[in-house]
């Protein structure tokens, strides 16, 4: 089991920047791929990106393609998420999740263990 501690979240204008960050532990962290969901009010939690347990393959959902990007570094057991032009849409709690094995995965039942979630708020 691993567990994930998300961070980074917060208040922002339309149009801003915010970095989250994901801090891992219990498992050999660069075994296995990771993702970003989110869940806005009311909404199901949808797929935001994730990323390969090398960080050479990512896979974003088209919502959010060209604005945010994943990255990771095995050797801080930490995974990112860059969000830039950030719209009143983006506002939702953002979970890290840990993918059940080494594969790009995009469906929530490809994860296995979550963080507890950190708050996005963008304000037109």
């Known amino acids: 089991q691993v567990q994930l501690v998300e961070s980074g979240g917060g208040l922002v204008q339309a149009g801003g920047s915010l970095r989250l960050s994901c801090a891992a532990s219990?498992?050999?962290?660069?075994?296995?791929?990771m993702g970003w969901f989110r869940q806005a009010p009311g909404k199901e939690r949808e797929f935001v990106a994730s990323?390969?347990?090398?960080?050479?393959?990512?896979y974003t959902a088209d919502s959010v393609k060209g604005r945010f990007t994943i990255s990771r570094d095995n050797a801080k057991n930490t995974v990112y998420l860059q969000m830039n032009s950030l719209k009143p849409e983006d506002t939702a709690v953002y979970y890290c999740?840990?993918?059940?094995?080494?594969?790009?995965?995009?469906?929530?039942?490809?994860?296995?263990?979550w963080g507890q979630g950190t708050q996005v708020t963008v304000s037109s």
């Open positions: 999740a840990a993918d059940k094995g080494d594969g790009l995965g995009y469906r929530r039942g490809d994860f296995g263990s």
């Open positions: 219990g498992r050999t962290f660069s075994r296995y791929a």
């Open positions: 990323i390969s347990w090398s960080g050479g393959y990512t």
